[in-house]
């Protein structure tokens, strides 16, 4: 007889595995980074300690749990809804987490497991929506097999009203114990056909992703959208003064697909955010009441200073950006450029003076974007309103009206003291030699040239002194600094010497990945340089004053080489990368284009079996019309001769198979004795059940019954016994007046 497990074992194992679907479950929600209090890492804790010593858990008295743990759980949930009201993504996770874990620990009936299979499965699918991570695919994969396992095991327990409150015994358990004789009792056709169910599972859910619309949650359902801060330097704010130390991020900000890195002419500088007010050592984005923003909900957006091109007439290919999420609400970008499309209508802040884009909010997934035709021209064209602005500003500098706090003209705001400004005053008449005002390229050359070879470049700066204005600090006490005080100091003297400046903060360069052949943009690329106004042809004119590999003039392109990516990581990334483009990138567009090239395949394929089948027919035909010859007769009996061959195959493939079985330990359940005697025993069963058949031929049916039972359900017997009875059996299911 085939071994089976008990109930006691059926049991333990439902609950192993349910505690299993639960870590998979808090793993998922771990990658929202908004859980708060350590509670995630904790449940996890508490989860893999049950799990490897339930005996502890299942000691805890029953009441425990509906007189001491509900009441704790809901004053609990009750208090975080209370503080956090104003999100409720976050305290609604944590009641998920408390109730995943109370539901695994605590005594449950059939009802109860399937609400905590669906709070798995809750968990894990608002984690992919919110995240839209590669390490969804992973846990999605990974939780529906258990699930499976877990549900098969709940329908074998389901024995009606006695089996609702059974409580098995954890008293002798071993974990060692129960795997082996979970191995004992596997059977391979269960096996392989729980897994051709779960490759079925895995094959609905693409055709799922393929012909479901595609939806953004967050915009779907307001209150599920998850506010996030950005990484620090990439805010409205940076605070020069509170900088003691930058810490590199070896982690990966931007992916970029475009066609080649040979497209890439000279160092890229992907402009994130434009700071043009200062105040006491913080730079900042001018004030939201301000002109300078506009919002707006589109999908295609056409570059500043290039021109509208429709979109069908794209001579170049499009550059695909997959931006990490958690780092900034503001799009990393080149200093022009074409078009920007999204992969669906969206809702931006468009900032063109500083030719900043920004979404609505910090993304917690990856953003998906395209441009064309970037370019990183060291120059940009100025607005017609900071042209005006300007203008007006230098014909009337004399006058003695302060400079009104509005941008443009926050870019020549110098918010010192007198003795901070003569000391920027000293450094600049050095800087000139009492000659006239130079052009903006050739005073921003001797600016970069000074601090260069006065100061050397380092993550912990040197020379800020607590008071007064730190960038001043710094000029004067200073030995080493980052990009910010660089880039600061060049503002700062700048707006000394009458030349409207500003701050930038973004990525600089990057890496090549050869394994799948993308650019790959680092946080620890990010940096700080500056732009200047040139009054003479009212351009922005980009100055990065950090010590590096380029020229101190500005107008200088150097020619550039990146560093490439391989090894393990690499690839590792590049299966990201194919996430992203398969995934993060997949729209409507795509789901019709992928669609209907399904339906060609399938169109094509039944036009060739068709035509395959009626020359085949037409094949036959001509033969049979045929008189027969020498020819028609060797053909005859190679057809023949092929069918008995595949018959004998199929024979030596049956009996290995008995074997193969062995192997796998179930060569006694489901050998072909058996087996041919479990069919005989129907057979025989539909005879009897037959009227009118008379008595002697029942009786010998109910005998040739007895020992196909034996056959089937005793020991081993030889292969000539077998057979003695299976000749038998059919001589009687064929000759009704048969006797033994």
């Known amino acids: 007889m085939q ?10 194992l439902k609950w192993l595995i349910g505690g299993m679907l639960t870590l998979l479950s808090l793993w998922a929600l771990s990658g929202l980074d908004l859980i708060g209090f350590g509670l995630n890492p904790l449940m996890i804790t508490v989860l893999c300690i049950a799990l490897l010593r339930p005996g502890w858990v299942h000691a805890i008295p029953e009441s425990f749990w509906s007189r001491v743990a509900v009441p704790v759980i809901l004053v609990f949930v009750l208090i975080d809804f209370g503080l956090g009201f104003t999100s409720l993504v976050a305290p609604l996770m944590r009641m998920v987490i408390l109730l995943l874990v109370y539901r695994t620990l605590a005594p449950r009936n059939r009802r109860e497991d399937l609400q905590m299979l669906l709070l798995c499965l809750f968990g894990i699918i608002v984690s992919g929506a919110l995240t839209v991570s590669l390490l969804f695919a992973i846990q999605i994969l990974l939780f529906t097999p258990v699930a499976m396992i877990f549900l098969l095991i709940v329908c074998l327990l389901d024995q009606g009203a006695e089996s609702a409150n059974y409580q098995p015994s954890w008293k002798s358990f071993s974990l060692e114990q129960l795997i082996k004789r979970v191995f004992h009792v596997l059977q391979l056709r269960a096996f392989l056909v729980g897994g051709l169910l779960f490759v079925s599972v895995v094959a609905i859910s693409a055709g799922f992703f393929i012909l479901i619309p595609r939806f953004d949650l967050g915009q779907t359902i307001p209150f ?25 991020d070896q982690s990966i900000a931007l992916r970029i697909d475009l066609p080649d890195l040979a497209a890439i002419h000279s160092l890229p500088y992907w402009r994130i955010l434009v700071l043009d007010n200062y105040q006491a050592g ?60 999204f992969t669906k209508e969206q809702a931006i802040e468009l900032l063109p003076d500083l030719r900043v884009i920004s979404l ?24 017609e309103s900071e042209n005006e602005a300007f203008d007006d500003y230098f014909k009337n500098q004399d006058s003695e009206s302060k400079i009104p706090l509005t941008y443009p003209l926050t870019t020549l705001d110098l918010p010192v003291d007198d003795d901070e400004r ?16 130079p052009s903006a390229a050739e005073y921003s050359e001797r600016v970069t040239a000074h601090l260069r070879n006065n100061y050397r470049y380092s993550l912990k700066p040197t020379g800020i002194q607590r008071s007064g204005d730190p960038i001043v600090s710094w000029l004067v006490n200073g030995s080493a600094g980052h990009c910010e005080l660089y880039a600061g100091a060049f503002v700062l003297l700048a707006r000394e010497a009458g030349y409207p400046a500003r701050m930038v903060v973004g990525y600089v360069g990057g890496s090549w990945n050869s394994v799948e052949d993308f650019f790959v943009v680092r946080n620890s690329n990010a940096h700080a340089w500056a732009e200047i106004y040139d009054a003479e042809t009212d351009e922005w004119l980009r100055v990065d004053p950090t010590p590096g590999d380029s020229s101190a003039d500005p107008e200088v392109v150097m020619s550039v080489s990146f560093e490439l990516e391989t090894g393990m990581w690499a690839w590792v990334d590049s299966l990201r990368m194919q996430w992203y483009r398969r995934v993060i990138s997949f729209d409507q567009e795509d789901q019709v284009a992928l669609a209907t090239s399904l339906i060609d395949i399938g169109d094509s394929f039944l036009d060739k079996l068709s035509a395959g089948v009626e020359k085949l027919l037409a094949q036959v035909k001509d033969w049979l019309s045929q008189p027969l010859s020498y020819e028609s007769l060797l053909r005859v009996g190679l057809i023949l001769g092929v069918c008995f061959g595949l018959y004998y195959l199929w024979r030596i493939f049956s009996a290995g198979s008995a074997r193969l079985l062995w192997f796998f330990g179930r060569g006694d359940a489901l050998s072909p004795i058996r087996r041919q005697a479990s069919s005989y025993m129907q057979k025989v069963q539909v005879k009897m059940n037959q009227t009118g058949m008379g008595d002697a ?3 010998t049916l109910q005998t040739l019954y007895s020992q196909l039972e034996a056959l ?14 299976f000749k038998k059996t059919r001589k009687a299911l064929w000759q009704k007046t048969f006797r033994l």
């Open 697 to 699: 031929y029942v009786e």
């Open 422 to 437: 003569a000391l920027l005053t000293e450094v600049n008449t050095r800087l000139l030699r009492n000659t006239s005002k």
């Open 282 to 341: 913080t730079f900042r984005l001018s004030e939201k009441k301000s002109n300078l923003r506009k919002y707006s909900k589109l999908r295609e957006f056409f570059g500043w200073n290039k021109g509208k091109v429709s979109s069908n007439s794209r001579e170049s290919v499009p550059w695909t950006f997959y931006f990490e999420g958690d780092v900034s609400q503001y799009l990393p970008l080149p200093t022009s450029f074409q078009t920007i499309r």
């Open 712 to 725: 089937r359900f005793g020991e081993n017997v030889s292969s000539q016994v077998a057979v003695s009875v």
């Open 3 to 12: 071994a089976k497990l008990t109930s006691d074992e059926l049991h333990q």
């Open 360 to 383: 609505d909010a910090v993304q917690k997934s990856a953003f998906s974007y395209q441009i064309d035709d970037p370019s990183w021209a060291v120059r940009a064209p100025a607005s």
């Open 224 to 248: 599920m959208q998850i506010d996030t801060k950005p990484r620090s330097g990439f805010s409205d704010t940076v605070s020069l003064d509170s900088v003691s130390e930058i810490i590199e």
